[in-house]
T-cell receptor, first 114, second 114 residues
Framework: EPEVTQTPSHQVTQMGQEVILRCVPI?????FYWYRQILGQKVEFLVS????????KSEIFDDQFSVERPDGSNFTLKIRSTKLEDSAMYFC????????????FGPGTRLTVL | KQEVTQIPAALSVPEGENLVLNCSFT??????LQWFRQDPGKGLTSLLL?????REQTSGRLNASLDKSSGRSTLYIAASQPGDSATYLC?????????????FGAGTRLAVHP
């Protein structure tokens, strides 16, 4: 069964460093998402991406964040200069079309900023 | 702003009990709704999707319903088992537009003991 994959599973970085989190969505899906979950808190929407551009972003998704689909399979989230408060689990998700479809989530990347 | 409340926050039951988990939205205009399961430190597993034209969905021992007039959803788990122990998250796509971003509740942490 197709699934969303994410790498790495765990990333440890120093404050101020850049990190890139990688996702491979399900192959025929067209809409892509990043969410995050700070330990003990709700899952929060960060950004949605369609047709090679951001379609919606939350207040959390400031200038330090960017997303890219560099090729036909990968979908990346970059944090330019990490802060302690960026420590969280980051989930990628995808759906085939916009019509009320089930979102499939990857296993997540745990980001720890020291 | 759409907020999602899940009640109860935690539940501990003996094996075999039938359970009801509740979810409510401050804005009842929900396009579709998903229930997820999350094991500690893990990703999100989609359990059920209720699309805009539906009122309920069933999968095995799970049944979810959505009352769009009140913005309330219920997840019913029949004959609970220790393997059902996890956190259950409710998430909805607001009807007010957006590219299918999900708004999550904080979850119900379920423990089923033998």
């Amino acid at each position: 069964e197709p699934e969303v994959t994410q790498t790495p599973s765990h990333q440890v970085t120093q404050m101020g460093q850049e990190v890139i989190l990688r996702c491979v969505p399900i192959s025929n899906h067209l809409y892509f998402y990043w969410y995050r979950q700070i330990l003990g808190q709700k899952v929060e929407f960060l950004v949605s991406f369609y047709n090679n551009e951001i379609s919606e972003k939350s207040e959390i998704f400031d200038d330090q964040f960017s997303v890219e689909r560099p090729d036909g399979s990968n979908f990346t989230l970059k944090i330019r200069s990490t802060k302690l408060e960026d420590s969280a689990m980051y989930f990628c998700a995808s759906i085939p079309t916009s019509g009320g479809n089930e979102q499939f989530f990857g296993p997540g990347t745990r980001l720890t900023v020291l | 702003k759409q907020e999602v409340t899940q009640i109860p926050a935690a539940l501990s039951v003996p094996e075999g009990e039938n359970l009801v988990l509740n979810c409510s939205f401050t804005d009842s205009a929900i396009y579709n709704l998903q229930w997820f399961r999350q094991d500690p430190g893990k990703g999100l597993t989609s359990l059920l999707l209720i699309q805009s034209s539906q009122r309920e969905q069933t999968s095995g021992r799970l049944n979810a319903s959505l009352d769009k007039s009140s913005g309330r959803s219920t997840l019913y788990i029949a004959a609970s088992q220790p393997g059902d122990s996890a956190t259950y998250l409710c998430a909805g796509v607001p009807s007010s537009g957006g590219y299918n971003k999900l708004i999550f509740g904080a979850g119900t942490r379920l423990a089923v003991h033998p």
